[in-house]
């Protein structure tokens, strides 16, 4: 389970970056299923680049419904 603090961080990251705020309100708008094929393409696309543990780290807390929720309730729905 990733804690509160974790998620407030990528919710600030989000809301200081236009476009990582775009990217996660997408990514938080697909059902759980959808999102966590999404996510694990994703994962194995950034694995073979060498992304570093935190950016895997942060896509692996995307899959939580909680997460997704709660950023989801903080960024707003996707534009569109």
């Excluded at 476009?19 to 073979?48: D, F, M």
């Excluded at 543990?53 to 960024?75: G, K, P, T």
Aim: include cysteine; charged fraction near 25%; proline fraction near 2%.
């Amino acid at each position: 389970m990733i804690n509160e603090q974790y998620v407030e961080t990528i919710i600030r990251v989000a809301e200081g970056d236009a476009s990582i705020a775009r990217v996660l309100r997408e990514i938080c708008a697909l059902t759980g299923e959808v999102r966590a094929g999404a996510l694990e393409l994703v994962g194995a696309h950034l694995r073979t680049h060498a992304a570093g543990a935190d950016v895997l780290q942060c896509v692996l807390a995307l899959r939580e419904d909680a997460v997704a929720r709660r950023i989801a309730e903080r960024l707003g729905p996707p534009a569109g």
